[in-house]
């Protein structure tokens, strides 16, 4: 039982007011855990398809199927990463989901599900300014603006350095 207000006075200075001994410990939990994870996608299990209409098959290798080229295959092992994230942060959920889709609204979404296309409309400023958000794209780091950060530098150099002089934040590797 949590007194924070102070409502039950001690009669003790180490009694709880049903006279049991009280006994006090931090629990804490720890943050900054780094949980190493190896994903090999050239086991065919070890992938899940995002579209349920794409088929595993077994003459094809992997890496030539459509939806590994396009993107819409993922290694199980991040899938059940971002599972057991969102199930102890609802947050994280909302962050993947901006992240990715930049900024879409569930409300949207619930449009896009039923069936409800998109219909081009008058560009505006209005509508122009609403096109300028988070995005997501993969960059070498051989390639500008990160030419020369790579080199004999750390994971943490590279994040602060492209977050503090780009405005860019690096997710992974």
Same mark, same amino acid.
């Given at each position: 039982f949590d007194d924070t207000l102070g409502f039950f006075p001690l009669r003790g200075g180490d009694r709880s007011p049903l006279g049991s001994p009280i006994s006090m410990q931090k629990k804490g939990a720890r943050f900054g855990t780094n949980v190493p994870m190896i994903t090999e996608l050239v086991n065919d299990s070890n992938v899940q398809f995002l579209d349920q =209409? =794409?088929? *595993? =098959?077994? *003459?094809?290798? #992997?890496? #030539?199927?459509?939806? +590994?080229?396009? %993107?819409?295959? +993922?290694?199980?092992? !991040?899938? *059940? @990463?971002?599972? @057991?994230?969102?199930? +102890?942060? *609802?947050?994280?959920?909302? #962050?993947?989901?901006?992240? !990715?889709? %930049? %900024?879409?609204?569930?409300? #949207?979404?619930l449009i896009l599900a039923e069936g409800a296309g998109l219909r081009g409309g008058y560009s505006t400023p209005e509508t122009l300014s609403n096109r300028d958000r988070c995005r997501i794209a993969q960059i070498a780091l051989h390639d500008n603006p990160y030419e020369g950060i790579g080199h004999n530098s750390t994971y943490g150099q590279m994040f602060t350095t492209s977050l503090k002089k780009y405005g860019q934040l690096c997710i992974g590797l």
């Open positions: =209409d =794409d088929d *595993d =098959d077994p *003459d094809t290798e #992997l890496y #030539l199927t459509q939806p +590994f080229a396009c %993107g819409t295959a +993922f290694a199980i092992s !991040v899938l *059940d @990463s971002l599972m @057991s994230t969102t199930y +102890f942060n *609802d947050s994280a959920l909302t #962050l993947i989901r901006t992240l !990715v889709t %930049g %900024g879409a609204t569930p409300e #949207l979404e």
